[in-house]
C-alpha cells in the first residue's frame, strides 16, 4: 500500500478543503478507501502498520484512531476512553474480527 506523491497530494489536497465533519469524513473514505481495500484483499495483512508506517504516524495511535472511528459509526454514543483501552489492551472484545487482527 505505498503512496504515490500524486495520491499523497490529492488526499492532503482534499484534506485541507473538507470541514472536519463526520459527513466529510464519510466522503473522505468513499474517495480514498486504501483501508478498506486492504483489508479486502488479506484480512490478516497488517494494514494498519502499513497505514501508520506510510504517514509516519505511532502504530498504535492509528489502532486507537481507526478502533474510535469504527465505534462511533455502530453505537449511538461516542466510546468511552476506558472502553477503547480495554478494547485495545484484549482486541477479542473489538466487535469485528477483521479490524481485532
Do not use: W
Not at 478543503?17 to 480514498?32: E, G, M, N, W
Not at 469504527?70 to 454514543?77: A, I, V
Amino acid at each position: 500500500m505505498i503512496l504515490t506523491k500524486a495520491q499523497y497530494d490529492e488526499i492532503a489536497q482534499c484534506l485541507v478543503s473538507v470541514p472536519p465533519t463526520r459527513q466529510s469524513l464519510r466522503k473522505l473514505k468513499q474517495r480514498f478507501p486504501r483501508y478498506l481495500n486492504g483489508v479486502v484483499k488479506n484480512g490478516a495483512a497488517p494494514v494498519l502498520l502499513d497505514l501508520a508506517n506510510e504517514v509516519d504516524y505511532a502504530p498504535s495511535l492509528m489502532a486507537r484512531l481507526i478502533l474510535e472511528r469504527f465505534l462511533q459509526e455502530h453505537e449511538e454514543t461516542p466510546p468511552s476512553k476506558s472502553i477503547i483501552n480495554s478494547m485495545l489492551r484484549d482486541p477479542s472484545q473489538i466487535p469485528d474480527g477483521v479490524l481485532a487482527n
